[in-house]
């Protein structure tokens, strides 16, 4: 064995350092490869949370749009039933009615107002709400298909 090693031990001693070389070099790499895939990691999860934080902020933008709508709406419809039940403005319908008066023309007909009854005034307001209600719902679900189709 001495004889060996006397014999090879400059070809054992490269064998050697050039192992070690290898083994270096490759941890060196592995390391660089690891912190390439962390730094990506990372990027894509920055990209993740911005992407999610803006889309939070548009949603949430959409829902105030949405809810202020609503108020504004009721506001116009609570208040117009306010002031018709004041008597500051009438519900009319445009109509043309018959008339047995001297007033009427050659047809048969002549112009005046029908007033709506107390109880169609309820059902007119709540006609009222409902579309405006639906015309708010509309408006959110539009804004939310804009937003999810950039």
């Known amino acids: 064995m ?4 006397r014999l090879y031990w ?4 490269l064998l050697v350092v050039l192992v070690g070389a290898i083994i270096a070099a490759d941890s060196y790499g592995a390391a660089r490869v690891q912190q390439r895939w962390d730094n990506e990691n990372a990027r894509v999860a920055t990209a993740l949370a911005e992407a999610f934080t803006k889309s939070a902020t548009e949603t949430e933008a959409i829902r105030n749009a949405f809810i202020e709508y609503k108020k504004g ?3 116009v419809t609570a208040g117009l039933e ?3 039940a004041s008597g500051r403005q009438r519900l009319r319908l445009k ?3 018959v008339r047995t008066t001297a007033t009427t023309d050659a047809s048969g007909t002549g112009s005046g107002t029908a007033e709506l009854d107390a109880t169609a005034r309820l059902d007119y307001y709540a006609l009222r709400r409902g579309i405006d209600d639906q015309r708010a ?3 959110l679900c539009r804004a939310e298909l804009k937003k999810r189709s950039k």
Do not use: G, M, S
């Open 2 to 5: 001495i004889a060996f090693l």
């Open 10 to 13: 400059k070809p054992l001693a």
């Open 73 to 75: 709406a009721e506001a």
């Open 82 to 84: 306010r002031d018709v």
């Open 95 to 97: 109509a043309t009615c």
């Open 137 to 139: 719902l509309l408006n």
